[in-house]
């Protein structure tokens, strides 16, 4: 029981580290899947999910190498 705290404890602590990646990356999800349910477009909800991950990270790898003012 004390393993699966510790690794519960673990896996937050990753959420939280980074508050900014995690709510990106939530809205993004909501938005798509808002976007594929409201229109019936699951080729479109993929490529904006796709499209979508990379300019995040593409943006949070930046962000943390300072190339972001």
């Known amino acids: 029981m004390n393993i ?3 690794v519960a404890t673990e896996l937050l602590g990753m959420f ?4 900014r990646l995690t709510t990106a990356i939530l809205l993004l999800v909501a938005l798509t899947a808002g976007i594929t349910v409201g229109f019936h477009a699951s ?3 993929g490529g904006l999910l796709l499209i979508g991950c ?3 990270l593409i943006e949070v790898t930046a962000r943390g190498a300072g190339w972001h003012p």
């Open 4 to 6: 699966l705290l510790d």
């Open 54 to 56: 990379l300019l995040i």
């Open 16 to 19: 939280w580290a980074d508050a």
């Open 43 to 45: 080729l479109a909800g």
